[in-house]
């Protein structure tokens, strides 16, 4: 017989000659864990299939400008070279006839090579549903990502993110951007639209203003560690019932955490 999980909540304090900031850190889970770390999320991707169709003539147009090395037919395609850190491209398709559509790209340890325009991304929705990049530093960041994604990640890549572009991505369910400055004027920008968001992940990203007043009620994973979002908890967080874990540590947290986060047998 299953336990019923705990909800834990952990917090630090960190002294100011004005008044103490502290870090919290929501938990729930059946172990309760002191820390959560941002782990790039990207969908799991799709058994390999029987299918032989080509690949849509449009979207291997977009792939030659890409400048990734892929035979004429890419799904299905891991390339990686023979480096200590090898460029690694992951593409994924579906079983489409008479052509196959791209539904998933991930790009690691991008090599200078590669360039990533919004008009080759655009020519592969709507069928992209999944777009990762990950230790991409110096590739720089295409303006209008397309917004047919389903999931994004970007961990270390990137000179900086725009909010506004991020903004755009309403299907989203699944966002992840870890290390990688963001541009916005505040968290709201980005998430108002995302009404379909589950997982937010944005940690290490230079975030300013306050927490949202409000959030999309199907969350069950929020992380904006290490930013410099400042101001109080906002009571509306109490409301999000399908909330696992939420992670605010490393910020410019102020004021008291809302006792009803801790109605649910509280360990300190």
């Known amino acids: 017989m299953s336990s019923t999980p705990r909800l834990s909540l952990y917090f630090r304090y960190r002294y100011s000659s004005s008044q103490p900031l502290y870090t919290p850190l929501l938990s729930l889970s059946p172990t309760p864990s002191p820390t959560i770390s941002p782990v790039p999320r990207t969908s799991p991707t799709p058994p390999r299939t029987s299918s032989t169709s080509p690949l849509d003539p449009k979207q291997l147009k977009a792939f030659e400008s890409l400048n990734i090395p892929t035979l004429k037919n890419p799904c299905d395609h891991h390339h990686s070279s023979s480096s200590k850190k090898p460029p690694t491209t992951v593409v994924t398709c579906d079983t489409g006839s008479p052509f196959r559509l791209v539904t998933s790209l991930s790009f690691t340890n991008c090599s200078s090579d590669l360039s990533i325009s919004s008009t080759a991304l655009k020519a592969l929705s709507p069928s992209l549903t999944s777009l990762s990049f990950h230790n991409c530093p110096s ?9 047919s ?17 991020l903004a755009r991505l309403v299907n989203l369910t699944d966002i992840t951007v870890s290390s990688v400055p963001v541009s916005t004027s505040g968290l709201f920008v980005i998430l108002g639209n995302m009404h379909d968001i589950v997982s937010l992940t944005i940690s290490h990203a230079n975030l300013s203003g306050n927490i949202p007043k409000s959030f999309h009620s199907n969350l069950t994973f929020i992380d904006l560690s290490d930013n410099l979002i400042k101001g109080p908890i906002p009571t509306s967080i109490t409301l999000l019932s399908s909330l696992k874990a939420l992670n605010l540590s490393s910020n410019l947290i102020s004021g008291e955490i809302p006792d009803s986060i801790g109605s649910r047998k509280l360990n300190v």
């Open 139 to 147: 590739l720089s960041a295409p303006p209008h990502l397309p917004d």
């Open 149 to 165: 994604l389903h999931s994004f990640s970007a961990v270390s890549s990137f000179p900086r993110l725009s909010g506004l572009s």
